[in-house]
């Protein structure tokens, strides 16, 4: 093999854009998810947790993928560490799409009809903050392009921001879905620590979205 | 020129021998100066061969020269050399057939070695041992040695900054692709006037063309313009595929850029052409000097004649098995972009003329990697194999030793066949 075959690497970025194509896929497979538990159909649940599994297992595979093509003698534009930990979060955004569903799946729940509207907007929200996170991914390719200088790193910056403020809102909004479901701890009973860790989890989604996005944010500017 | 049944059976060894080694440098090492074009898709294979072969051509014709002559009398000490003109010719003749044989078995096995690094060995290796450690000139060799280092470091240094000129000229702005069809003449007209410069100061002396440097200067800035006009041609056939989207910008952009690489490319098949003929024309050039009984500082020592059969040969092993190992390489580096391929190939032509001015025999390989990994360091490529740099560290460690070695072999058996 001459040396100049054996000099150019794979790049991890565009198997990484595809990592959280899929990762995000299984995080909006929770709004019908949930528009399911609402409406009370346990067997449409049970199919709508068999793809956000499947799409899991779509994700773990591109990790994986990326894990070992990664080698530390890569010379690469961006710090290998930075990228290995942007994949994780991206891989935790799937993993708690596939809690959630699990969970959803085995104690076959129905949300309660005065948790149903501010349920259903913060898991709206959330996903909301998923795809920001997955179009700031999206521009790596781009930013690449360019070198990492120029006005597309304003502009990736600029989505960034707007990742954080829509993080902002799902907190909020989750606060709202808790103080509701503790009012109603008393008719709820032992559901009540069931749909606390389920909302936990949903906020969770765009708590791992708005980590991809802060850790980009350092990864362009070294 | 004597009749043909008037050459002598060394010649026409020697002559066998430089052309298997001009075959190899053009099947081998022309694939990795024009296979990043090939990649990029700024060059489609057929069209890069021919580019190559006459550009190649061109570069060993008009400015090969200088570094024949280093290889040719530069290494050995010639007032040694001149007392003992048979051994010389035994030597060389070993040197060649070391060359070539290490370049065989490698090619074999697998192993990148530079074909620089192994004529630059074999004849140290036979100088050394036959005809002693005094006669080698170990200056030169140091100075040989040491460009080996600093020169893909300035292939490099040079990637690095012209990448970021490129970023900052081109990518960065508001409009990339008007950004890059305004600035391109200008590269197009540094390009020319460089070579041009280099070509024509001094560097036509063979063809009884012979300028001195304003003479050059002024004939090269002409050269410089004319390539400039002819870019601005070619730049703004260019059409923008219209799109607003900040890809397809990009895409248009690096459109651009193909045709710029185009440019680049031709300058270090022209460049390479330039420096590689030396390794299968520089012993071939001592070894007729001898047999002609001609003094050894002689004048026309490197014939115009000399550097074409050197040219056709890598034009013949570009020809016959180089365009295979150039789609092999085109295959693999696709993750070269046009702008990235240019910066690198115009760090490096440069790099490579500047070293074929002076007279030094450079790998040319070792330098396009240098500048390639010069852009990687400005943040422009998606991933380099650091184990290239290890495989580089082993050729020279390992090519140097076995060449001598191969050399002084072949030069006591060329003696024992040729000594009365």
């Known amino acids: ?222 | 020129m004597e009749a043909l049944w008037e050459i002598p059976p060394t010649v026409w060894i020697a002559g066998g021998l430089a052309l298997y080694m001009a075959w190899a440098i053009g099947a081998n090492d022309v694939a990795n100066a024009m296979g990043t074009s090939v990649g990029s898709g700024a060059l489609t294979l057929r069209r890069a061969v021919v580019v190559a072969g006459v550009l190649e051509f061109c570069g060993a014709f008009f400015v090969g020269g200088h570094v024949t002559d280093t290889v040719r009398k530069g290494i050995l000490d010639a007032s040694l050399v001149q007392a003992s003109p048979d051994l010389l010719l035994q030597g060389m003749l070993g040197a060649l057939a070391a060359a070539a044989t290490l370049l065989l078995l490698a090619t074999r096995v697998g192993l990148p070695i530079s074909t620089t690094h192994a004529i630059v060995g074999a004849i140290v290796g036979f100088g050394a041992v036959g005809l002693g450690l005094d006669a080698v000139i170990w200056s030169k060799v140091g100075q040989i040695a040491a460009s080996w280092v600093t020169s893909p470091l300035m292939g490099g240094v040079l990637g690095f900054l012209i990448f970021h000129l490129v970023r900052h000229l081109v990518l960065d702005r508001a409009n990339p692709f008007e950004a890059a069809q305004r600035v391109g003449p200008y590269f197009f007209f540094a390009v020319f006037f460089v070579i041009g410069l280099v070509t024509l100061f001094k560097g036509l002396k063979h063809l009884d063309l012979d300028y001195d440097l304003p003479g050059a200067l002024l004939r090269a800035t002409a050269v410089g313009l004319a390539g400039g006009a002819l870019g601005r041609v070619f730049l703004t056939r260019v059409k923008a595929r219209a799109g607003k989207g900040h890809d397809v910008r990009f895409v248009d952009v690096e459109r651009v850029f193909a045709v710029l690489q185009i440019l680049t490319a031709s300058a270090v098949a022209f460049a390479h052409g330039s420096n590689d003929v030396a390794n299968a024309i520089g012993p071939l050039a001592a070894i007729v000097n001898v047999a002609q009984g001609a003094e050894l500082a002689g004048k026309a020592a490197v014939a115009p004649w000399m550097l074409a059969v050197g040219g056709l040969g890598i034009v013949l092993g570009l020809s016959t098995w180089g365009y295979r190992v150039m789609e092999t390489i085109g295959r693999k580096i696709t993750e070269l972009t046009p702008s990235r391929g240019f910066s690198a190939e115009l760090a490096a032509a440069l790099t490579i003329v500047v070293a074929s001015r002076a007279g030094i025999p450079v790998s040319t390989t070792h330098i396009l990697v240098g500048a390639v990994l010069g852009v990687g360091a400005a943040r422009g490529i998606g991933a380099l194999d650091l184990r290239v740099v290890g495989r580089i560290l082993v050729s020279w460690v390992a090519t140097l030793p076995i060449a001598a070695a191969l050399s002084v072999f072949f030069f006591y058996f060329f003696k024992g066949l040729l000594s009365p």
Not at chain 1, 40 to 61: V, Y
Not at chain 1, 156 to 177: F, H, K, P, Q, Y
């Open chain 1, 1 to 222: 093999m001459s040396l100049m075959g054996s000099l150019f690497g794979r790049s991890p970025i565009r198997p990484m854009q595809q990592h959280m194509r899929a990762a995000v896929a299984c995080a909006r497979e929770v709004l019908p998810l949930f528009e399911d538990m609402a409406a009370g159909k346990p067997k449409r649940i049970a199919s709508r947790r068999r793809e956000i599994d499947r799409l899991e297992h779509e994700a773990d595979r591109i990790k994986n993928e990326i894990r070992s093509h990664l080698p530390r003698r890569l010379f690469m534009p961006v710090e290998r560490r930075d990228m290995l930990d942007i994949l994780d979060h991206q891989d935790s955004i799937a993993d708690v799409a596939q809690d959630i569903a699990g969970l959803a799946d085995q104690r076959a729940m129905v949300v309660p009809g005065d948790l149903r509207e501010p349920l259903l907007d913060l898991v709206r929200r959330v996903i909301a903050a998923c795809d920001q996170a997955e179009r700031v991914v999206n521009e790596l390719d781009k930013l690449l392009e360019t070198g990492f200088r120029g006005p597309g790193v304003a502009r990736v910056e600029e989505m960034i921001g707007e990742l954080s403020r829509i993080e902002s809102d799902t907190d909020e909004l989750a606060e709202r879905v808790q103080r509701r479901l503790f009012d109603m701890e008393g008719e709820l009973g032992v559901s009540t620590v069931f749909w606390y860790q389920m909302i936990n989890w949903v906020a969770d989604l765009a708590d791992y979205a708005e980590r991809v996005g802060n850790r980009l944010r350092l990864l362009i500017a070294s």
